[in-house]
């Protein structure tokens, strides 16, 4: 293997099938833009088999370089000859941070990586800055969601970080101007220790919460499965989609998809109107600038006020339908004076 290589700042861009995860480009964005501060280089790093166009493709993103560990052995994704690759890598070239989605596979790779490197890693970070002498800071939520930590590594490197999908734009492609680097990787079928017998796709519903420009989102206080119907109804009057705080995914009234926030997904709504919601931070992480926020909440005292435009103190059970059948009116008033 080749004995140096110039980026400091390395993303796992992660793929399956010659599917890349968005959240590796959105890094690849935020890395460069972090990097470039210091006049640092950004790598990509890919793990898998056949990489060939999935390589031109991160180079279109503008990285420095791409790091790619390509053998039929890694062609299925299994955690630790992905980590034996990488670790290599690491090992060999040095990176002062490495970063990662807060994805299934980006989730069960970091922590194994940290350990073997013997560093720390920030997971589930909803923010990133560099400091002036190098230091990666990571926002994340902590105790209970109360308050926003900032936490960074400055004696172990690299610097590890898994952040959410969605908490970064995606970066638009421009030239290729990087170089393609291969990692070595001296891999044996034992190193396999699981194999992949077969795999089942679920369904999500297609919920368009990510780009929708209206999020109704419920919380624990909808009370029941029947009652989330009142949520549904808002949503639909509006036109909006259909977002959940972690209770009634728990409960299964809504689909594990649909969750907003740290562990969630992040909506860039223009209107959010959160129904029963408290306002924990671990929720509102995944909030990102709408224009107006509203929430209905029974308690004056309930934190999601501090956070909203306007907030209605009341029964969801009364204001929510109270509010539906006003926005159905207004709209069939609306579309009878442009029919006439
Ligand atoms: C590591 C970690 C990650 C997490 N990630 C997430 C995440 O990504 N997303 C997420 O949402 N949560 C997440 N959580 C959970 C989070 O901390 C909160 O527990 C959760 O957001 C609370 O949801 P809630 O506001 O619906 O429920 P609650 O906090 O129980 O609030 C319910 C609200 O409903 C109001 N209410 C009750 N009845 C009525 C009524 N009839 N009319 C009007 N209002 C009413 C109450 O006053 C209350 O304010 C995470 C927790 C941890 C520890």
Request: charged letters at 20%.
């Amino acid at each position: 293997m080749i004995d140096h290589v110039d980026s400091k700042v390395w993303v796992f861009v992660e793929q399956r099938h010659g599917h890349v995860a968005e959240v590796g480009l959105e890094l690849v964005g935020k890395a460069l833009e972090l990097a470039g501060l210091l006049e640092w280089k950004v790598a990509a790093v890919l793990v898998g088999h056949q990489l060939g166009e999935i390589t031109e493709r991160v180079l279109s993103y503008g990285v420095d370089e791409v790091l790619v560990a390509d053998d039929p052995l890694l062609a299925e994704y299994c955690n630790e000859p992905y980590v034996k690759a990488i670790e290599g890598a690491v090992r060999l070239w040095q990176p002062e941070a490495l970063l990662l989605g807060a994805t299934a596979m980006g989730t069960d790779l970091a922590p194994r990586l940290a350990a073997r490197l013997r560093t720390g890693l920030s997971a589930h970070c909803i923010d990133l800055k560099i400091t002036p002498d190098g230091q990666l800071l990571s926002a994340v939520p902590g105790w209970g969601g109360s308050v926003l930590a900032q936490i960074s590594c400055p004696r172990t490197k690299p610097q590890c970080a898994t952040v959410m999908p969605g908490v970064f734009a995606m970066p638009e492609p421009g030239d290729n101007r990087g170089r393609v680097i291969p990692i070595e990787v001296h891999l044996q079928p034992e190193d396999v220790t699981y194999r992949v017998v077969e795999v089942k796709r679920e369904e999500a519903p297609k919920s368009g919460l990510q780009t929708a420009e209206i999020v109704v989102a419920g919380g624990w206080g909808v009370g029941t499965k029947a009652d989330w119907g009142l949520v549904e109804d808002l949503a639909a009057a509006l036109n909006a989609a259909v977002g959940a705080t972690r209770p009634p995914v728990d409960e299964g009234w809504a689909h594990e998809k649909q969750m907003i926030g740290q562990s969630g997904i992040t909506v860039r709504p223009k209107l959010y109107i959160g129904v029963g919601i408290s306002g924990h931070m671990h929720h509102l992480v995944g909030i990102k600038k709408p224009e107006l926020m509203v929430a209905i909440n029974s308690d004056p005292n309930a934190a999601i006020f501090d956070h909203c435009d306007i907030g209605i103190v009341g029964d969801l059970k009364e204001v929510v339908p109270g509010l539906t059948r006003a926005i159905r009116e207004h709209s069939e008033a609306v579309s009878k004076k442009t029919e006439r």
